[in-house]
């Protein structure tokens, strides 16, 4: 493959795994990062009037379970729920068909029965996606090392989704692989990569210098113009992450600031309700979600998006938002 294709996945393919990685985020903002991304750009959308007649159409037949008018939290929840599996289930189907899998037999890591299943090997992934160059240990490049390090998460991630050790992922383990933060079985590799990034000296904690450090390096320059963005940046560690105030954040308080315990779906339910609730009750009706359409865009299930999306394809990874 030639290298100036391969250089190109490799970086479609990092956004993928790696959300941006413009400083660690929580699975509550990879999932808006991944719903964002979803949705054309404004002059690549169809008009006012079919997002509008869209949006109603699931209001009646998929949000409000009990044709009572109104879309409760509970109801949003289940339904962002539907809309989330959509998304992850549309880029894993995307990516596998772009790797093009081999058929093997394959011993369960549930039985002892082998099967004929769908598998992909490290090495052929590593070759369909890294440039050539990759093993080298030394390169001009100056984001070489960051490549490299990449690179070594990916070994481990992929050691720690192959749930049977057999070096090759089929399906359900690839998942595990380019979305650990969907499985509580692997979840926990995004707070181990966190302090791994961020903890500079090593002692297993993330210093507020080492923290602003990372935010620093990794935030776009137009962000860092803003003159509050250390004060914002520094108020966040001190007030939300560091939970039992010794300024430094332990790995538990990585753990709850990226994997939090509440439910992201509900806390996301919440957050549309306030967006558009003008009558205050907790609830949202059809005309209340119409008023601010533009708001409630991540409530359309993926496959009404690809129409309009021009770089969607089932052959080619698509960029999201990950990790």
Same mark, same amino acid.
């Given at each position: ?39 054309p ?24 379970k ?21 998304l ?9 068909? *772009? ?12 039985? *002892? ?32 090392k960051?490549?490299?390090n ?9 050691? *720690? ?81 560091d ?26 339910s ?54």
């Amino acid at each position: 493959m030639n290298s100036l294709v391969k250089v190109w996945i490799f970086c479609v393919l990092l956004d993928i795994i790696w959300c941006h990685e413009s400083s660690f985020q929580s699975i509550e903002e990879m999932d808006n990062h991944l719903h964002a991304d979803q949705i054309p750009a404004p002059d690549s959308q169809p008009s006012y009037e079919e997002i509008k007649k869209k949006l109603s159409q699931l209001f009646d037949q998929e949000i409000d379970k009990d044709s009572d008018g109104l879309a409760t939290v509970t109801e949003l929840k289940k339904w962002i729920e539907v809309v989330h599996h959509k998304l992850i289930e549309d880029n894993i189907e995307q990516q596998w068909a *772009y790797y093009k899998p081999e058929v093997q037999e394959v011993h369960s890591w549930e039985g *002892y029965n082998p099967e004929q299943k769908e598998v992909l090997h490290w090495e052929h992934y590593v070759n369909m996606t890294y440039p050539d160059n990759i093993a080298e240990e030394d390169n001009s490049d100056p984001n070489f090392k960051n490549y490299k390090n990449m690179f070594k998460r990916a070994e481990r991630r992929w050691k *720690y989704a192959d749930r049977n050790s057999d070096s090759v992922l089929v399906k359900d383990e690839y998942k595990d692989f380019i979305h650990p933060e969907e499985s509580d079985r692997t979840k926990e590799i995004l707070v181990d990569e966190a302090m791994e990034e961020m903890d500079n000296d090593n002692n297993g904690e993330v210093t507020l210098e080492e923290y602003m450090n990372h935010i620093n390096e990794m935030s776009p320059e137009e962000e860092k113009t803003n003159p509050e963005f250390a004060q914002v940046q520094q108020n966040h560690f001190i007030t939300y992450l560091d939970k039992n105030k010794d300024s430094v954040l332990n790995k538990d308080e990585l753990k709850e600031w990226l994997v939090p315990s509440y439910d992201k779906h509900e806390a996301e339910s919440w957050r549309l309700i306030q967006e558009g609730d003008h009558n205050q009750d907790e609830k949202l009706s059809l005309d209340e979600l119409l008023e601010s359409q533009d708001r409630y865009l991540s409530l359309i299930p993926p496959e009404f998006w690809h129409q309009y999306n021009d770089d969607h394809s089932t052959t080619t990874p698509s960029t999201h938002e990950e990790l």
